[in-house]
């Protein structure tokens, strides 16, 4: 894997070529993946912003941006362990907090293409009362890119840790085609349904349904109509389908579930969002085994593994 440092779009990145990639990392846009292409086919994945002006005012869309919290905690406030978790209110139309801050914070880089982020009394995230670390590595080969996300509770307490990938797809990602004619294929085990006031689970859930049956088969097109749906996987990888070939994701087993969201389905992107626990699982009356709410031991370290790669059909 070739690395080379490089001014990107008038930010410092960091670029990697192997087989017949190129990725692109903005380490002060939280370590985010924000190109990843063949160029040699005419092939771009990534939605990828214009300018650093254009990802700093919307740092959730472009790439591959992580959140901690993945998607929302109802009124920013929940309860584990005896003590009380309070974030900001930054969705106020209801009265939400979304998606944390680490998509836009920026991490140091350690190794080659291996990027951190520590919090500490220091440097405090949010109003999050541990100290951890986070960190952020890449490789890139004919395989595809491998992307790993590394949580150290650094605390003395257990650490609540929930996580996830903004995963934003160009639809079309292919030179010369139309996104009419992509389609979408998610091994989706069940949707959970949620409050469309509030975008918060009801609990209620369906395994049968014509969304179901048409992302199982690969036929959903992606362009055209709003889609906003919370899904629980099954093995095997999620593919966007072009004329003459897939981009694929697998996500390790770590990432239980997965938000699919299109911004109105005209913008030409597709979110499919891996995450590792429910929209609001620490509030749910579930069982952690139902709703994936975890909780990090005290210095102990978890890895969240997700391959990305192009299938030629």
Same mark, same amino acid.
């Given at each position: 894997?070739?690395?080379?440092?490089?001014?990107?779009?008038g930010?410092?990145?960091?670029?990697?070529?192997?087989g017949?990639?190129?990725?692109?990392?903005a380490?002060?846009?939280?370590?985010?993946?924000?190109s990843?292409?063949?160029?040699?086919?005419?092939?771009?994945?990534?939605?990828?912003?214009?300018r650093?002006?254009?990802?700093?005012q919307?740092?959730?869309?472009?790439?591959?941006?992580?959140?901690?919290?993945?998607?929302?905690?109802?009124?920013?406030?929940?309860?584990?362990?005896?003590?009380?978790?309070?974030?900001?209110?930054?969705?106020?139309?209801?009265?939400?907090?979304?998606?944390?801050? #680490? @998509?836009?914070?920026?991490?140091?880089?350690? %190794?080659? /293409?291996?990027?951190?982020?520590? +919090?500490?009394e220091?440097?405090?995230?949010?109003?999050?009362?541990?100290?951890?670390?986070?960190?952020?590595?890449?490789?890139?080969?004919?395989?595809?890119?491998?992307?790993?996300?590394?949580?150290?509770?650094?605390?003395?307490?257990?650490?609540?840790?929930g996580?996830g990938?903004?995963?934003?797809?160009?639809?079309?990602?292919a030179?010369?085609?139309?996104?009419?004619?992509?389609?979408?294929?998610?091994?989706?085990?069940?949707?959970?349904?949620?409050?469309?006031?509030t975008?918060?689970?009801?609990?209620?859930?369906?395994?049968?349904?014509?969304?179901?049956s048409?992302?199982?088969?690969?036929a959903?097109?992606?362009?055209?109509r709003? #889609? @906003?749906?919370l899904?629980?996987?099954?093995a %095997?990888? /999620?593919?966007?389908?072009g004329? +003459?070939?897939?981009?694929?994701?697998?996500?390790?087993?770590?990432?239980?579930f997965l938000?699919?969201?299109?911004?109105?389905?005209?913008?030409?992107?597709?979110?499919?969002?891996?995450?590792?626990?429910?929209?609001?699982?620490?509030?749910l009356p579930?069982?952690?085994?139902?709703s994936?709410?975890?909780?990090?031991?005290?210095h102990?370290?978890?890895?969240y593994q997700?391959r990305?790669?192009?299938?030629?059909?």
């Amino acid at each position: 894997m070739d690395i080379q440092e490089i001014n990107w779009r008038g930010m410092q990145a960091v670029l990697l070529r192997a087989g017949g990639y190129e990725a692109v990392v903005a380490p002060e846009m939280g370590a985010n993946c924000l190109s990843l292409t063949r160029p040699g086919e005419g092939l771009s994945f990534l939605r990828s912003p214009d300018r650093a002006e254009t990802i700093r005012q919307a740092p959730n869309v472009y790439g591959l941006p992580l959140l901690f919290p993945p998607n929302r905690v109802q009124d920013g406030h929940f309860r584990f362990d005896g003590r009380d978790y309070d974030f900001p209110i930054n969705e106020p139309a209801r009265h939400h907090h979304i998606h944390g801050l #680490l @998509s836009s914070l920026p991490f140091q880089q350690v %190794g080659e /293409a291996t990027f951190e982020f520590k +919090a500490d009394e220091k440097q405090p995230y949010l109003a999050f009362p541990h100290a951890f670390t986070v960190r952020r590595s890449y490789r890139l080969d004919e395989s595809g890119l491998y992307h790993v996300v590394e949580w150290t509770n650094d605390s003395d307490q257990p650490m609540p840790l929930g996580t996830g990938l903004h995963a934003a797809l160009n639809v079309p990602f292919a030179e010369n085609t139309n996104g009419d004619g992509y389609r979408l294929q998610i091994p989706a085990l069940r949707e959970w349904l949620y409050d469309p006031a509030t975008i918060i689970p009801t609990l209620q859930t369906q395994e049968e349904s014509p969304l179901l049956s048409t992302l199982c088969e690969g036929a959903l097109c992606p362009e055209g109509r709003a #889609l @906003s749906h919370l899904l629980e996987l099954k093995a %095997g990888p /999620a593919r966007l389908i072009g004329p +003459a070939g897939a981009f694929c994701c697998q996500p390790g087993p770590e990432y239980a579930f997965l938000m699919l969201w299109n911004g109105g389905g005209r913008q030409g992107f597709v979110c499919p969002e891996p995450q590792s626990w429910l929209v609001d699982a620490p509030n749910l009356p579930l069982p952690a085994e139902r709703s994936g709410f975890f909780a990090l031991a005290p210095h102990q370290t978890k890895q969240y593994q997700v391959r990305y790669w192009y299938e030629r059909g």
